[in-house]
């Protein structure tokens, strides 16, 4: 028998909307920063975006929420493949055959001056256009207005925030911001469309659908202001399990999940080299902690940070070559794990090379060049006839990627 609480939570959930917030896929990226795995371990990397796309559109299709959300750079570049958007456009169909429309605005990535030939995208598709719009439905008993806006060219440094119409508080609408942007001020990602938390609790909506950070966050939890990452990994400096979130909104409490999708999850396994004597140790070692984290996650690309090294274990590893030693790591493996690289920690510093003076002073000197600076140190490269077209641009999410490239660099040297 069915206990009247049930009844009354089954009531309660069927007045509530129910839709997907994802952002940043990201489709038919080329993975540039990985040069070292063989051919046919790249190809499937390099389709791990249209996996997690599809386990996306799988769960949508699952679930049949009332609307879904992209927030924003649907495509890794301006120039979109027909792939991509061949395979975007499928998943958008399955979700129309199903009566589940699709809100989406182009982030800095996609945005709408980059040249492609389009696929006429299906009628349940509603694409933001330059401008701040808002588009209306009505879902049960509830009154939705979506707002939001695509970007016009790649650099929009204005705050958009500021052409968002404020909603009144008893208008009886449920409003929803979709914003790709970043807080002003913060320097750890490419600042487009900034906004401040204030000016988008000032708009009065129920929740902020964001996009343009590749790490999940909750800026604020009532209203929910959210970021939910990207849907997959492209590198070291993206780790951990993406996806994106369920959510359910309009009653007295605001339910999100959040859905791993990853196909290929970036990450680092620190492996205590205190007790290690010999090879078979370490490997043995190493291969344990990848497992454990395969059975979590699914594929992994790992790298291998060796922390407490004792004195023998120092002269172990003295022996061969980094790169001998990541070899055999690579040949030792299965088909779901891939190692991108091994640091090793010296003993007796109860810290790692991270912490050095040289470190340190390396960093501290990339950390302090403005734009003039980096073009003026990477101009030989990007002007290059042949280099130039295979290149990201040097914007500053690279810049981040170039600083963690540089202090790994440098601790490999001094590690051997």
């Given at each position: 028998?069915?206990?009247?609480?049930?009844?009354?939570?089954?009531?309660?959930?069927?007045?509530?909307?129910?839709?997907?917030?994802?952002?940043?896929?990201h489709?038919?990226?080329?993975?540039?920063?990985?040069?070292?795995?063989p051919?046919?371990r790249?190809?499937?990397?390099?389709?791990?975006?249209?996996?997690?796309?599809?386990?996306?559109i799988r769960?949508?299709?699952?679930?049949?929420?009332?609307?879904?959300?992209?927030?924003?750079?649907?495509?890794?570049?301006?120039?979109?493949s027909?792939?991509?958007?061949?395979?975007?456009?499928?998943?958008l169909?399955?979700?129309g055959?199903?009566?589940?429309?699709?809100?989406?605005?182009?982030?800095?990535?996609?945005?709408?001056?980059?040249?492609?030939?389009?696929?006429?995208?299906?009628?349940?598709?509603?694409?933001?256009g330059?401008?701040?719009?808002?588009?209306?439905?009505?879902?049960?008993?509830?009154?939705?207005?979506?707002?939001?806006?695509?970007?016009?060219e790649?650099?929009?440094?204005?705050?958009?925030?500021?052409?968002?119409?404020?909603?009144?508080?008893?208008?009886?609408?449920l409003?929803?911001?979709?914003?790709?942007?970043?807080?002003?001020?913060?320097?750890?990602?490419a600042?487009?469309?900034?906004?401040?938390?204030?000016?988008?609790?000032?708009?009065?909506?129920a929740?902020?659908?964001?996009?343009?950070i590749?790490?999940?966050?909750?800026?604020h939890?009532?209203?929910?202001?959210?970021?939910?990452?990207?849907?997959?990994?492209?590198?070291?400096?993206?780790?951990?399990?993406?996806?994106f979130?369920?959510?359910?909104?309009?009653?007295?409490?605001?339910?999100?999940?959040?859905?791993?999708?990853?196909?290929?999850?970036?990450?680092?396994?620190?492996?205590?080299?205190?007790?290690?004597?010999?090879?078979?140790?370490?490997?043995?070692?190493?291969?344990?902690?990848?497992?454990?984290?395969?059975?979590?996650?699914?594929?992994?690309?790992?790298?291998?940070?060796?922390?407490?090294?004792?004195?023998?274990?120092e002269?172990?590893f003295?022996?061969a070559?980094?790169?001998?030693?990541?070899?055999?790591?690579?040949?030792?493996?299965?088909?779901?794990?891939?190692?991108?690289?091994?640091?090793?920690?010296?003993?007796?510093?109860?810290?790692?090379?991270?912490?050095?003076?040289?470190i340190?002073?390396?960093?501290?000197?990339?950390?302090?060049?403005?734009?003039?600076?980096?073009?003026?140190?990477?101009?030989?490269?990007?002007?290059?006839?042949?280099?130039?077209?295979?290149?990201?641009?040097?914007?500053?999410e690279?810049?981040?990627r170039?600083?963690?490239?540089?202090?790994?660099?440098?601790?490999?040297?001094?590690?051997?």
């Amino acid at each position: 028998m069915v206990k009247l609480e049930q009844i009354f939570d089954r009531k309660e959930q069927e007045k509530m909307i129910r839709f997907l917030h994802a952002a940043d896929l990201h489709l038919d990226s080329p993975f540039k920063g990985i040069t070292d795995m063989p051919a046919d371990r790249l190809a499937g990397l390099r389709e791990s975006t249209f996996t997690a796309f599809r386990n996306l559109i799988r769960h949508a299709l699952a679930v049949r929420p009332d609307f879904v959300l992209l927030a924003g750079d649907i495509y890794d570049g301006e120039d979109r493949s027909l792939r991509a958007q061949k395979r975007f456009h499928d998943g958008l169909e399955q979700l129309g055959a199903a009566g589940i429309p699709v809100f989406l605005s182009h982030g800095n990535h996609d945005h709408l001056s980059g040249g492609w030939v389009r696929f006429g995208l299906p009628d349940n598709v509603t694409v933001f256009g330059p401008d701040v719009e808002t588009y209306e439905l009505t879902v049960r008993e509830h009154k939705v207005a979506i707002h939001g806006f695509s970007y016009r060219e790649r650099h929009i440094e204005r705050a958009m925030i500021t052409d968002y119409p404020a909603a009144a508080p008893d208008d009886g609408i449920l409003h929803i911001g979709m914003l790709h942007g970043s807080i002003a001020g913060d320097k750890s990602h490419a600042v487009y469309a900034p906004f401040t938390k204030e000016s988008l609790l000032q708009k009065n909506y129920a929740y902020w659908a964001l996009g343009h950070i590749h790490k999940r966050q909750l800026l604020h939890s009532n209203p929910p202001i959210v970021y939910p990452g990207c849907l997959q990994g492209r590198h070291k400096t993206e780790p951990g399990m993406k996806g994106f979130y369920d959510v359910e909104l309009g009653g007295p409490e605001v339910s999100m999940q959040f859905v791993p999708c990853s196909a290929v999850v970036f990450g680092e396994i620190e492996v205590d080299c205190s007790h290690v004597r010999h090879a078979t140790d370490w490997l043995n070692a190493c291969l344990a902690k990848a497992g454990s984290m395969t059975a979590r996650t699914g594929p992994v690309i790992l790298r291998v940070h060796n922390c407490r090294l004792s004195e023998e274990a120092e002269q172990l590893f003295a022996g061969a070559p980094r790169a001998e030693w990541l070899e055999i790591l690579r040949e030792s493996a299965g088909d779901d794990v891939w190692f991108s690289g091994v640091d090793f920690e010296p003993s007796g510093t109860g810290s790692g090379l991270g912490d050095s003076p040289l470190i340190r002073s390396v960093m501290e000197r990339l950390s302090g060049w403005d734009a003039e600076e980096w073009q003026s140190v990477l101009a030989d490269v990007y002007q290059h006839a042949r280099s130039a077209p295979y290149l990201e641009p040097a914007d500053e999410e690279r810049q981040q990627r170039v600083k963690a490239a540089a202090a790994d660099l440098v601790a490999g040297e001094l590690a051997k």
